[in-house]
């Protein structure tokens, strides 16, 4: 389905939120651990590159710059990094996802700045043309693979729809039903610019009605929306192994859920990237 010749198939986009990283120590340490795994495992062929995309303020972005040329010091594969400003990639975004904020951010107002947790719903109208496949990743992961191998998972996307991403089995309640979460998201943006049906659901006038009929009302941005959209349209979805995203977040099982919390928590099979999620410890290899 590919064109031959398409050069963007030699590079492998990922992009990661990067702001207010310089005033956080932890958020330090979490991008360490992430991108020291990444590159201890990472593997790709001679002509591929990586190509690492930042959501970034100038503050975190002369930080990460500086902490980007110890961690890839080593790397044993081509990389490209760029930075993208998060107050321009706000404003293109505010437009398009304002409807949408009203319904899935915390407290009542639609923050003009909060419009940036939805940069996944509105990606591929964001990022150019050329831009086909993109993985959004936390910072608060660990890989125990090849992060190439995660790519290879577009390829198993069900023809004929689709568009986006990713999931393991969800937050447990009442954040998700059996719904998405966002630390681990393949968006297959040129399959999102084609599908009729997704941009339709992105209209204001679609996200009230379907956040009215669910009674939804979240506050956890771009995942809120594609856990109401996906109960209506599972087709759209793709749902990756849960190891893929091993979350280790235990909060709900201490708080009101510990009777279903292994439900929503166990994951059987290998992992491949764990999630420290609310600051979870990621257990040593
Ligand atoms: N981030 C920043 N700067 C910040 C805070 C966050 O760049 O000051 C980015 C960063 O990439 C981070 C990501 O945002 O990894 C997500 O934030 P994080 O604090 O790591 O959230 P998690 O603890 O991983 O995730 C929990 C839930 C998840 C939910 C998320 C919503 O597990 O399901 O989507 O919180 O904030």
Redesign the pocket.
Known sequence: KRESGDTDDQRYHAL??????DK?RS?QD?FRVAMLSMVKYGDFLEEEILVLHFVSDQASKELGERMLQEFLLDAPFKYEVFFHDVVALTQKLFPIVEAMQKHFSAGSGAYYSDAIFFLSVAMHHIMPESLTRIVQL???LKYRTNIRDLFQEFDQFPPGAVIVWHNTSG?PPP?GLPGF???VMLLDLGAMRDSALYNQLLEPSNVAKLADQYRFRGH??D?DFFTMIGMEHPELFYSLACGWNR?L?SWWQDHGYGDVFQMYYRCEGLVYIY?G???SPIPDD
């Open positions: 990661m939120m990067f702001t207010k990283v956080s958020l979490k936390d910072l608060d937050d954040d979460n966002s630390g956890l941005g995942q979350q977040c999630h999620n609310c600051n």
